[in-house]
């Protein structure tokens, strides 16, 4: 168990639909970081956030919007989804940005 | 241009030998790090071991070691004495900045069975 949480653990959903992924970091670590695992473009990117201020981003959609809250959890949105959008989405945390992040079981999204 | 690149799709071990996973990596960047990850079939992101860019030593964690060597670019892990429960998916990441902060870039991966 790395400590990081992250709900729903399945979430299935029609396209169009938006929906609201949720994780919580380690305690104490103060940067959150999602990424996206889907069969054709592996694990990529897709933003950091340190202590609620967004720091970088990756191959974020503009469909696709996160924010990081006062207590650290942090929510990716994801509107108008499509059948490409279907894919393991993880959150990862770090004390920092310049430390091992640890990653959370994973949100597995299906659009149908 | 690929920056994390792991030549090895699929890999087949017997039990209780050691295996090495194949990973090279491309960056300008003087510092960054290098890390491992396990994913087994439930898919969840095991982390494993790390080698910063200016370690003198190579990284070992357990059964685990990576094999650095930076002239070459290289960062190969090491298992020793696989164990059935060593079969899962096997993924090399770099970190690197970008606008500022630091992301990981991870490569397509390995799929390690290990057999009886």
């Known amino acids: 168990d790395s400590g990081v949480t992250q709900t729903p653990k399945h979430l299935i959903t029609a396209t169009g639909q938006r929906v609201t992924l949720r994780c919580s970091p380690r305690?104490?670590?103060?940067?959150v970081y999602w990424y996206q695992q889907s069969l054709d473009q592996g694990l990529q990117f897709l933003i950091q956030?340190?202590?609620?201020?967004?720091?970088a981003k990756g191959n974020i959609l503009e469909r696709f919007s996160a924010q990081q809250f006062p207590d650290l959890h942090s929510e990716l949105n994801l509107s108008s989804l499509e059948l490409g959008d279907s894919a393991l989405y993880f959150c990862?945390?770090?004390?920092?940005?310049?430390?091992?992040?640890?990653f959370g079981p994973g949100t597995r999204l299906t659009v149908l | 241009a690929q920056k994390i690149t792991q030549t090895q799709p699929g890999m087949f071990v017997q039990e209780k030998e050691a295996v090495t996973l194949d990973c090279t990596y491309d960056?300008?960047?003087?510092?960054?790090?290098l890390f491992w990850y396990k994913q087994p079939s439930s898919g969840e992101m095991i982390f494993l071991i790390y080698?910063?860019?200016?370690?003198?030593q190579n990284a070992t964690e357990g059964r685990y070691s990576l094999n650095f060597q930076k002239a070459r670019k290289s960062a190969n892990l090491v298992i020793s004495a696989s164990q059935l429960g060593d079969s899962a998916m096997y993924f090399c990441?770099?970190?690197?900045?970008?606008?500022?902060?630091?992301?990981?870039?991870f490569g397509q991966g390995t799929r390690l069975t290990i057999n009886p």
């Open positions: 990862a945390s770090s004390v920092a940005g310049n430390n091992e992040q640890f």
């Open positions: 305690s104490g670590d103060l940067s």
């Open positions: 956030y340190y202590n609620g201020e967004e720091r």
């Open positions: 960056t300008s960047d003087p510092s960054y790090g």
């Open positions: 990441a770099m970190r690197e900045r970008v606008q500022g902060a630091q992301k990981l870039v």
């Open positions: 080698q910063g860019s200016y370690d003198q």
